[in-house]
């Protein structure tokens, strides 16, 4: 029977930390995602599988909680599913980020650097992964700097 029976009802994931904040981890990748950090499937023959859940943003503490919605956007009274709490480390070294440029945008170049002195603005970069966390455990890695001109 290769007939699909579509259930008139969408179950509903949502990702939240542990103080149940969710859109501090909206930079997630959800299949079909919806607003916010939200997303919904059709349950077929009573089952809503979701395929490629994908959390970008490290957290601690994060749940996800599922519950059933009607065609007409009602949530249904039945008890809703959590799951977690789980946590989302940060992946490996990816990328450099800058946090602070040597010079500022409406600076006078004489209070920025002089030649021959230290910058008195240092500039500043962090090293995070491909979803823009920030990669703090690393062992004997170094940061070089060069100096260009524009």
Do not use: H
Not at 51 to 61: E, L, P, S
């Amino acid at each position: 029977d290769n007939i699909l029976e579509l259930s008139p009802y969408l179950i509903e994931i949502i990702l939240s930390n542990s103080s149940g904040v969710t859109n501090a981890f909206c930079s997630y990748s959800l299949n079909r995602p919806a607003a916010g950090c939200r997303t919904q499937v059709r349950a077929v023959r009573g089952l809503a599988a979701f395929t490629d859940i994908r959390v970008d943003k490290a957290g601690y503490g994060l749940k996800m909680t599922f519950r059933a919605i009607d065609n007409l956007g009602n949530v249904l009274p039945v008890q809703v599913a959590n799951y977690g709490p789980f946590d989302v480390d940060p992946g490996v070294p990816f990328q450099l980020s800058v946090v602070r440029q040597p010079s500022t945008e409406g600076e006078k170049l004489f209070l920025i650097g002089q030649p021959g002195r230290i910058l008195a603005l240092q500039p500043s970069v962090v090293i995070q992964d491909a979803g823009g966390n920030e990669v703090t455990v690393l062992v004997k890695r170094r940061v070089t700097a060069r100096l260009f001109q524009n």
